[in-house]
């Protein structure tokens, strides 16, 4: 159980593309998806969080006109990094958190996704 | 503020045990978890513990003590497989979760 897709896994596009990146739970409800970004050999960092229906919230530093989220159901959430550059290069993953019990449910990562920026 | 550390790196034998600690300080705390992630992979959920004490999982195993803001992961019976990084992560009093660094640990034949 606690499945989460996410898609594409690999990205390799030119400067100034606009890159979508779908996240869904495949078998649970998540009330909140969370997006990342690592660079090589460096630990996770949050970007966004996003509750389905509202509006996503960002970390300090996180551009969101540049890096759109939309939570429009219960198993979708999408990234879109817009007019994406060389310095967008990175590994993207979403996670998922289960609706039932509140907060103590662990997050269940996608695969992430490689967007390299050309 | 949110202070959560861990070592960068450690090295370990196949077949042996590995110890990897995980320290934190934070004024508001909803559980700590530890996370497996190999190289160029996601991150994938190990073990979560909230009250003090042993959770036991096969050949891992999670301790936390709240009052000295310290857990660590113990990874027995070492096989090559094991070698990724293993990141700790506390949840706040926001139900933030904030993540460790990492800790790379190495096994060798």
């Known amino acids: 159980g606690a499945v989460v897709s996410q898609h594409p896994s690999w990205v390799i596009c030119k400067s100034g593309t606009s890159v979508k990146i779908e996240c869904r739970s495949l078998d649970f409800q998540a009330t909140t998806m969370f997006w990342y970004r690592q660079f090589p050999k460096q630990s996770l960092m949050l970007m966004a969080t996003s509750n389905e229906g509202s509006k996503a919230t960002y970390e300090q530093g996180v551009e969101k006109d540049k890096f759109l989220i939309n939570h429009a159901s219960l198993t979708l959430s999408t990234l879109t990094v817009t007019s994406a550059h060389p310095e967008d290069s990175s590994f993207y993953i979403c996670?998922?958190?289960?609706?039932?019990?509140?907060?103590?449910?662990?997050?269940?990562f996608g695969d992430g996704t490689r967007l390299s920026i050309l | 503020g949110q202070n959560i550390d861990q070592p960068t790196e450690m090295t370990a034998t196949e077949g042996a045990i590995v110890q990897i600690n995980c320290t934190y300080q934070?004024?508001?705390?909803?559980?700590l978890f530890w996370y497996q992630q190999h190289a160029g992979e996601a991150p994938t959920f190990l073990s979560y513990n909230v009250l003090d004490g042993l959770e036991e999982k096969g050949r891992f195993s999670s301790f936390l003590s709240r009052s000295k803001g310290y857990s660590y992961l113990l990874l027995k019976e070492l096989q090559m497989k094991d070698s990724a990084s293993y990141l700790c992560a506390y949840l706040d009093s926001n139900y933030q979760l904030i993540w460790g660094a990492g800790t790379k640990l190495i096994i060798k034949p």
């Open positions: 934070t004024s508001g705390f909803n559980g």
């Open positions: 996670s998922a958190r289960a609706v039932e019990t509140g907060d103590y449910q662990p997050q269940h």
